[in-house]
């Protein structure tokens, strides 16, 4: 007898058998997501996961290879400028590009035999190098060993190898101290000063109001104006621009023509023998002090490459800056007069230092100068 049961489980059965006839015969494989060459996953999407980690990485080419051009040869791929080869000026150039509209680096170089965690760096310093933190909070600033130079130089100058040659090869540390202070300024920019000068104010005062930062990449002050008939006995230069306080944006024209030419001066006369102490063919002011540093910012000034100068003009020459009292602009270098960074001299025009002019005090301690390279105090 057919109870409702066994209808049941007929009635299931018959479905079974039906489900069974129908489907593949063979079992389905277990589907692998294909691995590419690379070690990734394809998911879905066509975002490729690395096996590995299974992060997201870039996608395979989702377009075609571009095409050879027709011929026998495909075409070679470009590759980098090889400065290897290339004159000194110009590996400069490539590896510290100026930047006219850029900012200028909010940080403030000095060095010294020790550091200010030192406690031989000396307390008759400590006010001078602390004016400079307290009057430019949020800078950057480092006073700079003797040994944390070459280093630094190392690092910085990798890629052009005689530069660190001549700068290890000065045999004087006068030498080295004028010759750091260009090349920190040409690779980071800055503001440089030496660790016996005291800031008197920020600066941001240094700049005429109304002048964009934006269309200046130098500023410098006056050391000397000597004003009188033996000023040959007494300076190199009728107007001598000092650089124990520079402030430049990196790669600026002016530091890396004066970087290059002490590099070719003192490789030169390593060659020739003659890079020794009382064998130089050059005095330290012409050759890393001031004399060179104004020379190469007149040769700047008068450069056709910068400035435009027109037919029958006249050269930029200490006329145009004998005797100021305010800071002069020319081109993107700001010149500040002898008050700004020289007050208190009593000569050649200097005002004192609560002058509203006077934007860093120079004590002229010069202890790694020879007596012969210090500044004069010269009366009429």
Known sequence: MLTFRKALILTIFAFTVIYLLQSPHSPSPTIHSPESADGTTSKDGGITYPKTTGQPVQPAR??????????????????????????????????FPYDSDGKFPAYIWQTWRYTPASGEFGDALRPAEASWTELHPGFVHEVITDEAAVQLIRYLYASIPEVQEAYNSLPLPVLKADFFRYLILLARGGIYSDIDTTALKS??????????????????????DPDREDWRAWYSRRIQFCQWTIQAKPGHPVLRDIVAAITEDALRMKKQGILKINLLDKSIVEFTGPAIWTDTIFRYLNNPRYFAVKEGGRNISFEDFTGMETAKKVGDVVVLPITSFSPGVQQMGAKEPDDPMAFVKHDFEGTWKPESERIRIVNS
């Open 62 to 95: 989702a377009y075609p290879p571009p095409r050879q051009p027709s011929g026998n040869k495909p075409a070679s791929q470009q590759t980098l400028n090889d400065m290897s080869n290339k004159p000194l000026r110009e590996r400069l150039r490539y590896q």
């Open 203 to 224: 600066t941001t005062e240094w700049i005429p109001e109304g002048v964009p930062r934006s269309t200046i990449g130098l500023v410098v002050g006056i050391e000397a």
